[in-house]
Nanobody, 123 residues
Framework: DVQLQASGGGLVQAGGSLRLSCAASGFAFDDYNIGWFRQAPGKEREVVSW????????YYADPVKGRLTISSDNAKNTVYLQMNSLKPEDTAVYYC????????????????WGQGTLVTVSS
């Protein structure tokens, strides 16, 4: 079975850091693109960052550039999202997703999804 297990969320003060993990199993990790999305209360889900091992490429949404770093440990089938200089507006449920097709991952269509981990940033 395909599983994506997101973890690492929590409550942190503004300016603080968290590291999210997305542990994957049940599919060929090296052939998939992995992304992080978030959904804040009352807002639509948005892409935060993605990493493509196949194409050796990364992406960061403008609001998080310079503060978040995505990385992949292929030996552990895990993708990390290091979140620094957190702001209250980063408060959301963060989800990881996987898709072998990059445009599908970016659009959220037909991807495998994890269960989400809550990040709360207090001011």
């Amino acid at each position: 079975d395909v599983q994506l297990q997101a973890s690492g969320g929590g409550l942190v003060q503004a300016g603080g850091s968290l590291r999210l993990s997305c542990a994957a199993s049940g599919f060929a990790f090296d052939d998939y693109n992995i992304g992080w999305f978030r959904q804040a209360p009352g807002k639509e889900r948005e892409v935060v960052s993605w990493i493509s091992n196949r194409y050796s490429s990364l992406y960061y949404a403008d609001p998080v550039k310079g503060r978040l770093t995505i990385s992949s440990d292929n030996a552990k089938n895990t993708v990390y999202l290091q979140m620094n200089s957190l702001k209250p507006e980063d408060t959301a449920v963060y989800y990881c997703a996987a898709n072998p097709t990059l445009w599908r991952l970016r659009s959220g269509v037909g991807s495998y999804w994890g269960q989400g981990t809550l990040v709360t940033v207090s001011s």
